[in-house]
């Protein structure tokens, strides 16, 4: 099993001077937690200037998005290579906003893990049902739809290098919290569904996180559940205060 993954998605906050401010101040107060593994999102804009910053701390960088091909006439992308250049070890792919805002399909989610994994990228690909799917009892047709077609043709070797992330959307900066049985039964079906796929061996190794307004009050309470193995934290990562004591449930 993997330590706890907590990641602080920054969203698109921060210009460079405020990300590496945060970034020390960051570093300074987790060096000592060995038992964990850290990482923080922030925008591309920033990852470089941070890459020099957390070298040497247990602080890794995230992506919040990849391009699935190696190079080419691609503008305004950002390849897979370009973010291990960078500084990266994870990368964020089909995030709720990257599919509501950006029309990203579960195709699309697939290409991009495949793309990370071959770079060396860790890839967290993130599923989640709407409040409307939830509501008309899709929850489950919906997060197997984004596995299958997300995961599609994923090797099972590269499989044990991908981090699953459950936000059910309806949670995502609403301050709506999902309880955590309610997160744990979701959780639990992922890896269920990687099982039948992959075996039991390899699905018990996949690090599946939450996400969802998870703040310092309920971080803890999440991470009690058996197959909760880390936190995607949105707006409570913006303050180096509360992701630390995040950091520390
Ligand atoms: P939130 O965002 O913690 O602000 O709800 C989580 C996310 O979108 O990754």
Wanted: glycine share 8%; aromatic share 6%.
């Amino acid at each position: 099993m993997h330590k706890p993954l907590i990641i602080g998605n920054w969203k698109m906050h921060k210009v460079v001077a405020e990300a590496v401010e945060f970034a020390r101040q960051l570093a300074a107060s987790v060096t000592p937690v060995a038992d964990r593994d850290v990482a923080i999102a922030p925008p591309f804009t920033a990852l470089h200037a941070l890459s020099a910053v957390l070298k040497d701390t247990v602080i890794a960088l995230c992506a919040q998005d990849v391009h699935w091909e190696e190079e080419g006439a691609f503008t305004g992308e950002v390849s897979a290579r370009m973010l291990l250049d960078a500084g990266c070890r994870y990368v964020l792919i089909g995030h709720s906003e990257r599919r509501r805002w950006f029309s990203e399909s579960n195709e699309d989610v697939n290409r991009k893990a495949k793309a990370a994994l071959k770079a060396g990228l860790l890839p967290v690909v993130c599923v989640g049902e709407t409040l409307d799917e939830r509501e008309a009892d899709q929850t489950f047709s919906v997060i197997r739809r984004q596995l299958k077609e997300g995961l599609n043709n994923i090797a099972a070797n590269d499989i044990r290098r991908t981090i699953v992330a459950y936000e059910p959307v309806w949670a995502i900066g609403t301050g709506k919290t999902a309880i955590p049985e309610q997160a744990e039964e979701i959780h639990d079906f992922i890896r269920q569904f990687i099982a039948r796929i992959h075996g039991t061996d390899i699905a018990a190794e996949i690090s599946i996180l939450y996400g969802g307004s998870v703040n310092p009050d309920n971080a803890a309470y999440l991470m009690a559940q058996k197959d909760i193995g880390g936190l995607l934290v949105g707006g409570a990562s913006l303050d180096p205060g509360s992701l630390r004591k995040i950091i520390h449930y």
